[in-house]
């Protein structure tokens, strides 16, 4: 399966949870739906406290 944008700094979870946001809502809603998937993803990482690209 090809893999979409990668966002800096985060880890393999959380890209594989911006792929999902962007699957589910994607079609729907565009170039929004990226946004809010990678403020979602960043928003979860600062949240948890990980390291820079861990």
Do not use: D, W
Not at 20 to 44: P, Y
């Amino acid at each position: 399966m090809p893999r979409g944008k990668h966002i800096q700094g985060v880890g393999k979870k959380e890209q594989r949870m911006y792929e999902h946001i962007m699957e589910s809502s994607g079609k729907r809603h565009g170039k929004r739906a990226k946004e809010v998937a990678a403020r979602t993803v960043l928003k979860h990482h600062k949240q948890k406290r990980h390291s820079k690209g861990a």
